[in-house]
């Protein structure tokens, strides 16, 4: 079980892991160790609920393809256990951020004190303004 929130989780065989050899600059190590870590994520084959899986694909992240597979690359660290964890905090903010409902905004008014309040600050600031004239002697 992959724990993504209190509400969340995904079952293990809902994420398919492969190690694979990292791109780029590093030396003999990068030619001979399998440190990246490729994560597909199925997302119309998971235990989601429809209404999640609907806001997953419904994300236009690039990472999704067609199919709804969300492909997770993480190469960035030296080894595959730590590339390993990156991909699954990645997978997990992912799904969190995309899962995620903002609350209803509840529209309010001012009270009736707070709207004399300001409008006796705004008299005294004109009052204290019009003090600030020309002096005649």
Do not use: W
Request: charged letters at 30%; glycine letters at 6%.
């Amino acid at each position: 079980m992959i724990f993504i929130s209190n509400t969340i989780s995904l079952n293990d065989n809902d994420v398919d892991i492969s190690a694979m050899r990292s791109q780029g600059a590093g030396g003999q190590n990068v030619n001979k160790v399998s440190s990246a870590i490729h994560l597909r994520f199925d997302i119309l084959g998971s235990s989601l609920t429809d209404t999640q899986k609907q806001r997953l694909l419904d994300s236009k992240d690039s990472r999704i393809t067609k199919e709804g597979v969300l492909i997770i690359k993480a190469q960035q660290f030296r080894t595959q256990e730590r590339n390993k964890i990156d991909a699954f905090e990645r997978l997990q903010s992912f799904i969190i951020k995309a899962t995620h409902v903002n609350k209803t905004r509840k529209p309010t008014k001012p009270s009736r004190n707070s709207k004399r309040k300001r409008v006796d600050q705004k008299t005294q600031r004109g009052k204290t303004k019009a003090l600030r004239g020309k002096v005649d002697y």
